[in-house]
C-alpha cells in the first residue's frame, strides 16, 4: 500500500521522514494510517524514499540535510557541529528508537 508519511516515525530498518512517499506491506500501512503518522495515496506525488535510512544514507546528505533530519528527532544542531557529530546524533537517537526507549 502507497502512503505519504505525515509524522517522522521508527520503522524496522530506520525512519520514515515527514513527506516520504513509500510502498509498505497493508498491515503496516495501515497502522501508521490508524495512529495519524501517515495517509494512503493512489498514485506516487514523488520518489519514493527508500526506508533504510542507516549511516551510509546520512553520509550522502549535505549538513543543512542533516540539520533538518535531526530536528525530525527533536535533536538541536549547535552550528559549531560536523557532519560527523550530526550523523551520530542521528544514528543514536535512531537506536534508542528501534530499541524502544524513545517514541
Known sequence: MLVKVLRSTVYPGGTLSVGAEVELPKEEAQTLIAMGKAVEIEERTDVVIDVDDDVDSLEKMTKAELVE??????IEVPSSWTKAQI???IDAEMQAAEEGDIE
Do not use: K, N, P, Q
Open 87 to 89: 550523523i551520530e546524533a
Open 69 to 74: 533530519h535531526a530536528a525530525e528527532f527533536g
